[in-house]
């Protein structure tokens, strides 16, 4: 349970920050649930280059960096 949890907050301040980084704010939901889907993705991106996140620091890290990819390709979706 405590993965879970974990995972859920480290997302929630990936896409608080992917929402900085990248100047779109959609929402304190909606920027949550794009961090936490941002996590996996930049988890499987970072796992296809052979990189992999051991402590905290570099879990957030990753989830930000996949966060930023969702957030682009959400606001691309969401102006056609």
Do not use: P, R
């Not at 649930?33 to 970072?46: D, K």
């Not at 966060?67 to 102006?79: E, L, S, T």
């Amino acid at each position: 349970m405590a993965g879970i949890l974990g995972s859920i907050i480290i997302g929630a301040i990936a896409g608080w920050l992917a929402s900085l980084i990248m100047k779109k704010n959609n929402g304190l939901l909606v920027n949550i649930i794009l961090g936490i889907v941002g996590g996996f993705v930049g988890g499987f991106v970072f796992g296809l280059v052979g990189f992999g996140a051991t402590n905290i620091i570099g879990q957030i890290i990753v989830a930000v960096v996949g966060a930023c990819i969702v957030v682009a390709i959400y606001n691309a979706i969401k102006k056609q």
